[in-house]
């Protein structure tokens, strides 16, 4: 797929999505610049590629290195924010500056270097506990966090700039993606992380409930491809997409599956739910496949191999547990 833009921004580039974004451009010959505070993202997530981009250690609500970096792109692709539900409960104020403020910082520096297009990280966090399934865009929002709720803010705020300035916005409501470079120690990481990073330590993984919810898993990887597909659409400006796969894998299934690739047999603890945990989720993604011709290109039993194949790379005493028992 060729692009047809030459100049990307991606803001967050050093995090888990958006340093394989940023991986996805430069195969495509893509000039590429980074804003990342390094709060959570890595300079090592971009390995060689830090050579071959212009990299900014900047807050998004530097406005001034913000519109520095945005001058002569053609898009913008907004990662950066702070994506812990819990940190966001307990300091709802500074999480809404840089999840509400740094998008609007984000927009109006696209609209005041006439960039054409802002690709926005939203989440499937906006439905909150709706029972309605699978969760489709034109669902009434249901946010059950300030996170939710600041993601909901940046989407409106994209759809204002798009009818009043006319910056072309997409903005895209993740499901739960995971894959190589999710960092475990995080605590804003993904199950998926956790999971195998307990298995490398031998420790059992604590489930909250019962272990029968279940969420739609999407590889990072099928999530760079949909963000350049929309980046690359003259079909999508202004509109608002789930990001996931229409399936669904329970979490005490996960935990076979992740034990199984791991040559171990440890038990999970459970533990009681926890306050404003979703029961179920899974993604409608026929507007996907409408309008961009969207599908998964990994099943979930390939992407989980190869994130595994990942932790083996990075956790040397997982990989020789794993080869006694071949």
Same mark, same amino acid.
């Given at each position: 797929?060729?692009?047809?833009?030459?100049?990307?921004?991606?803001?967050?580039?050093?995090?888990?999505?958006?340093?394989?974004?940023?991986?996805?451009?430069?195969?495509?010959?893509?000039?590429?610049?980074?804003?990342?505070?390094?709060?959570?993202?890595?300079?090592?997530?971009?390995?060689?590629?830090?050579?071959?981009?212009?990299?900014?250690?900047?807050?998004?609500?530097?406005?001034?290195?913000?519109?520095?970096?945005?001058?002569?792109?053609?898009?913008?692709?907004?990662?950066?924010?702070?994506?812990?539900?819990?940190?966001?409960?307990?300091?709802?104020?500074?999480?809404?500056?840089?999840?509400?403020?740094?998008?609007?910082?984000?927009?109006?520096?696209?609209?005041?270097?006439?960039?054409?297009?802002?690709?926005?990280?939203?989440?499937?966090?906006?439905?909150?506990?709706?029972?309605?399934?699978?969760?489709?865009?034109?669902?009434?929002?249901?946010?059950?966090?300030?996170?939710?709720?600041?993601?909901?803010?940046?989407?409106?705020?994209? /759809?204002?700039?798009?009818?009043?300035?006319?910056?072309?916005? =997409? +903005?895209?409501?993740? $499901? &739960? @993606?995971?894959?190589? %470079?999710?960092?475990?120690?995080?605590?804003?990481?993904?199950?998926?992380?956790?999971?195998?990073?307990?298995?490398?330590?031998?420790?059992?993984?604590?489930?909250?409930?019962?272990?029968?919810?279940?969420?739609?898993?999407?590889?990072?990887?099928?999530?760079? /491809?949909?963000?350049?597909?929309?980046?690359?659409?003259?079909? =999508? +400006?202004?509109?608002? $997409? &789930? @990001?996931?796969?229409? %399936?669904?894998?329970?979490?005490?299934?996960?935990?076979?599956?992740?034990?199984?690739?791991?040559?171990?047999?440890?038990?999970?603890?459970?533990?009681?739910?926890?306050?404003?945990?979703?029961?179920?989720?899974?993604?409608?993604?026929?507007?996907?496949?409408?309008?961009?011709?969207?599908?998964?290109?990994?099943?979930?039993?390939?992407?989980?191999?190869?994130?595994?194949?990942?932790?083996?790379?990075?956790?040397?005493?997982?990989?020789?547990?794993?080869?006694?028992?071949?």
């Amino acid at each position: 797929m060729d692009l047809k833009f030459s100049r990307a921004l991606v803001t967050g580039g050093a995090g888990f999505i958006g340093s394989h974004l940023v991986d996805g451009l430069l195969s495509k010959g893509c000039q590429v610049s980074v804003i990342d505070d390094l709060s959570t993202g890595r300079l090592s997530n971009l390995g060689n590629n830090k050579d071959h981009i212009t990299f900014y250690r900047a807050d998004i609500r530097d406005q001034h290195i913000l519109e520095k970096a945005a001058k002569q792109c053609d898009i913008i692709f907004h990662q950066a924010a702070v994506v812990s539900v819990p940190r966001t409960v307990d300091n709802p104020v500074d999480s809404a500056m840089v999840n509400e403020m740094g998008t609007l910082f984000v927009l109006e520096a696209a609209r005041k270097n006439n960039v054409k297009r802002v690709v926005l990280a939203s989440s499937s966090a906006v439905y909150g506990d709706d029972p309605v399934l699978p969760k489709h865009e034109n669902m009434n929002p249901k946010p059950q966090s300030p996170y939710a709720v600041q993601k909901l803010s940046g989407e409106f705020y994209a /759809r204002l700039y798009h009818d009043l300035y006319g910056v072309e916005s =997409v +903005s895209l409501r993740y $499901f &739960n @993606v995971y894959g190589p %470079r999710q960092d475990p120690s995080s605590p804003y990481s993904g199950v998926i992380s956790i999971f195998m990073e307990r298995a490398s330590s031998k420790e059992p993984p604590v489930i909250y409930g019962n272990g029968n919810q279940y969420r739609d898993f999407i590889f990072v990887k099928d999530v760079v /491809r949909f963000n350049l597909m929309v980046a690359d659409s003259d079909k =999508v +400006s202004g509109k608002i $997409f &789930n @990001v996931g796969t229409g %399936r669904f894998i329970r979490i005490n299934r996960l935990w076979e599956m992740i034990i199984k690739l791991s040559g171990k047999n440890i038990k999970p603890v459970y533990e009681a739910p926890r306050p404003g945990d979703i029961i179920e989720s899974v993604a409608d993604i026929d507007r996907a496949g409408k309008t961009l011709g969207f599908k998964p290109d990994y099943s979930f039993e390939k992407g989980l191999e190869e994130t595994f194949k990942y932790y083996l790379t990075t956790n040397e005493h997982l990989k020789l547990d794993t080869d006694e028992h071949r």
